[in-house]
């Protein structure tokens, strides 16, 4: 018996100390590995954060080193009549596009998910703008489009409508930024694609058996099983579109009359037109407080309409 | 214990290894030019000369630098170009990194803010030869009473017309004649009420370089002398906006909508090369591009009331030289300078590009040589120097003025602000911006 339990005893220690010694030896080699990545963490991201919180509270030109200034940035945003401009056109844009951006996604990956011939070319045709959109190439050509006596005029004159000039009105050139936003749905599509693959047929089954007509399946089945995913995208592109940079940049330039002077076009101005690196730099933190209120909202909300259980 | 501290401490080694490494690999890819040699003989010198570019002026710029090269072998230049926006961002970001180019292409509206602030190299202690160009156009370079910026070229504003629209308006617009601001307006209206599909001109309310011209007619300046405020009255101002509210009314200039869906820097965009105006206006080195654009030979005038005798003209440094306040090697940088502004061959190479050549043989020779459109310009820019007057440097703080006028002239095309709110707003802000400045 002592023998026996002192040999079980025995082989237990020379069993895990094999796997203790590898665990401890793989520790180093990973954290070794992990080094590029947690400098760059580190001195990039988080190195770059602290450094921006500093400088909010500098005057900071560029040209001369940083003048710690306190507060001034901050109190002289709130006053600044542009910094309000752009937070309204700001959330006005946050507001129209990311709910017609989920929208046309959702329709669309409906649309793809039956099972056609061909439908791979589709999937792919429709998922393109999404690569390109944010690009400053998709924007000129946009630009191009809207142009006066550009070809979306022609076709609105063929139909006998005068349209207006889409970038030099005030209340229309938004909405040419909203519908690009709208035109890039490709990247949500494909996750709601993968969302409506995963929800499963017996469900629908079971639906039909009760005598649910197909919108009713669509509301009822099809919308709360794909919650978590319309949950995951809002967030996503809530937090994008706070950030939305190069297009207005090509396109519009924050005019006419400031109608689409953007957050972060105004940001950029700051910095890097204007070299009030210090006021820019308060300009971001402020953004980053505001995207991490709107998330911690949307989180919140959450727990009254997305469905975990499947 | 102690082996696998060892161990984690190679590891760690070797994987930083691999990121300077990695970060090596960037730079050595990023610097375009190379290794300049181990330095023949004489000890080598290398100096970074920085411009601001578009793709013809790269090849210009860079035959340039062979030539000096050439003709001096102990010394490299490494180039550094970017268009526009892009340029003073990286030139501020070399700023905060004390690692400026030795010689900069400078611009006037950031000569003040990067001389205030101890960047630039006074000219005047060094080798710069300024004997080539006019001492009005030296003075352009001027900031407190020191050189520190040599003009490259010099510019002006001007109007031109597309000569076919006027004449089927059947409407003669004598070129030799100083026409008053309201005879112009006339002209321009004119042009509407003969071709309904034609506007008079662009509309200028928002551009800056017309508005410091129209207060110079009226008497006064942009700025006032110490840089701090704006100098014309707030009457004068309100006139300017209610001169081209006038005409927006009448057609003639293009409507509101149709005009803040174009920015004078594209080219492209403008309604002068859609033939939907007959006048704009443009400073003389964009002369070429108007003329490509639109096909046909272009007419250029003098603005309105030019005649008058303050010399209200006013003669723009199109770009300058500059040598920073840290450069290591300041005689090389001198030389560089040197070269680039008064040699004839290069001279030939640049032609108009940066503007009417500032050295006034080079610019004769230039003309005679190259004829064509060099010489049309030459010939208008020679006409404009006998009737202006340099203008003061534009204070620190004054390129933030431009979106400012920019906003508040829209505001008056799109009817939300009368003309007296206009100027009164605009006097506000800018006031507080140009306060901000010093």
Same mark, same amino acid.
Do not use: E, K
């Given at each position: 018996m002592d023998a026996s339990m002192q040999a079980a005893a025995n082989t237990s220690r020379v069993k895990k100390s094999p796997v203790l010694n590898a665990t401890r030896r793989q520790n180093p080699a990973a954290y070794g590995f992990l080094t590029p990545w947690l400098l760059g963490m580190l001195f990039l991201t988080a190195g770059s954060m602290l450094f921006t919180l500093y400088l909010s509270f500098t005057n900071y030109d560029l040209l001369s080193r940083p003048h710690f200034a306190g507060v001034v940035n901050f109190t002289q945003l709130f006053s600044d009549p542009n910094f309000w401009t752009s937070i309204r056109v700001t959330f006005i844009y946050v507001v129209v596009s990311v709910p017609a951006r989920l929208i046309a996604s959702l329709l669309v990956a409906t649309l793809l998910s039956k099972q056609v011939r061909g439908i791979g070319i589709y999937r792919a045709l429709i998922y393109l703008p999404s690569l390109i959109g944010g690009s400053v190439g998709a924007s000129i050509g946009w630009k191009k489009l809207f142009d006066q006596n550009g070809p979306i005029d022609s076709i609105l004159q063929l139909f006998g409508i005068h349209g207006p000039v889409w970038l030099g009105n005030p209340s229309t050139a938004i909405i040419v930024l909203v519908l690009l936003s709208v035109w890039q749905f490709g990247s949500e599509m494909v996750i709601f694609l993968a969302g409506l693959k995963q929800i499963p047929g017996h469900l629908y089954e079971a639906a039909t058996i009760d005598g649910a007509s197909s919108f009713q399946r669509y509301m009822r089945v099809t919308l709360p099983m794909l919650s978590p995913i319309i949950f995951f995208n809002l967030l996503m592109g809530t937090i994008a579109s706070f950030m939305v940079f190069t297009q207005v940049y090509v396109i519009t330039d924050g005019g006419p009359m400031n109608s689409t002077l953007f957050y972060v076009l105004y940001l950029y101005q700051q910095g890097f037109q204007y070299f009030h690196m210090g006021y820019a730099a308060a300009m971001s933190i402020i953004l980053l407080i505001i995207i991490a209120l709107c998330s911690g909202f949307i989180f919140l909300t959450s727990k009254f309409w997305v469905n975990y259980d499947v | 214990m102690e082996r696998s501290r060892r161990r984690f401490l190679a590891v760690t080694a070797i994987g930083l290894a691999a990121t300077v490494s990695l970060a090596g690999c960037g730079s050595a890819a990023g610097n375009t030019t190379g290794g300049s040699g181990s330095g023949s003989g004489a000890k080598q010198e290398n100096i970074t000369l920085a411009w601001w570019t578009n793709p013809s002026r790269t090849k210009m710029t860079q035959q340039a630098v062979q030539l000096f090269e050439k003709k001096y072998p102990n010394i490299h230049v490494t180039m550094e170009y970017a268009p526009w926006s892009g340029y003073w961002t990286k030139l501020a970001t070399e700023a905060a990194g004390n690692s400026l180019p030795d010689v900069m292409q400078m611009d006037a509206s950031r000569l003040n803010e990067y001389v205030t602030k101890g960047r630039l190299m006074d000219l005047g202690q060094t080798a710069v030869d300024t004997s080539g160009e006019s001492k009005s156009t030296v003075s352009l370079g001027d900031v407190n009473g020191k050189l520190y910026a040599l003009p490259v070229a010099i510019n002006a504003i001007c109007y031109i017309y597309n000569p076919a629209l006027l004449k089927q308006a059947g409407i003669t617009y004598d070129t030799s004649k100083s026409y008053t601001w309201s005879q112009f307006a006339n002209i321009l209206i004119q042009i509407h009420q003969k071709l309904p599909n034609v506007y008079g001109a662009t509309d200028d309310i928002w551009q800056g370089a017309p508005l410091a011209y129209w207060a110079r007619t009226h008497g !006064? $300046? *942009?700025? $006032?002398t110490d840089g701090k405020s704006i100098g014309m009255s707030q009457q004068t101002l309100a006139a300017w906006f209610a001169y081209w509210l006038n005409l927006q009314q009448k057609g003639g200039v293009v409507p509101a909508q149709q005009n803040s869906a174009y920015t004078h820097s594209d080219l492209q965009s403008s309604p002068f090369l859609k033939q939907q105006v007959a006048f704009t206006y443009m400073f003389i080195g964009e002369g070429p591009q108007y003329q490509t654009g639109l096909g046909s030979t272009i007419q250029r005038v003098l603005y309105p009331e030019w005649s008058q005798s303050s010399k209200p003209y006013m003669l723009h440094p199109s770009m300058y030289w500059t040598i920073s306040s840290q450069t290591k090697h300041p005689k090389a940088a001198a030389n560089l300078v040197n070269f680039l502004e008064n040699d004839p061959q290069v001279s030939k190479i640049f032609q =108009?590009?940066?503007?009417?050549? &500032?050295?006034v043989k080079n610019m004769k020779a230039d003309a005679a040589a190259l004829g064509g459109i060099v010489k049309v310009q030459d010939d208008f820019m020679s006409q404009i120097q006998q009737i202006a007057s340099p203008v003061p440097l534009d204070p620190? =703080? &004054?390129? !933030? *003025?431009n979106s400012v006028l920019k906003t508040i002239g829209q505001e008056v095309t799109f009817n939300k602000l009368t003309p007296d709110q206009a100027a009164a707003q605009f006097i506000q802000q800018a006031n507080q911006i140009l306060a901000q400045g010093s």
């Open positions: - | !006064q $300046s *942009l700025y $006032s =108009n590009d940066r503007g009417i050549t &500032a050295n620190p =703080n &004054a390129g !933030q *003025l």
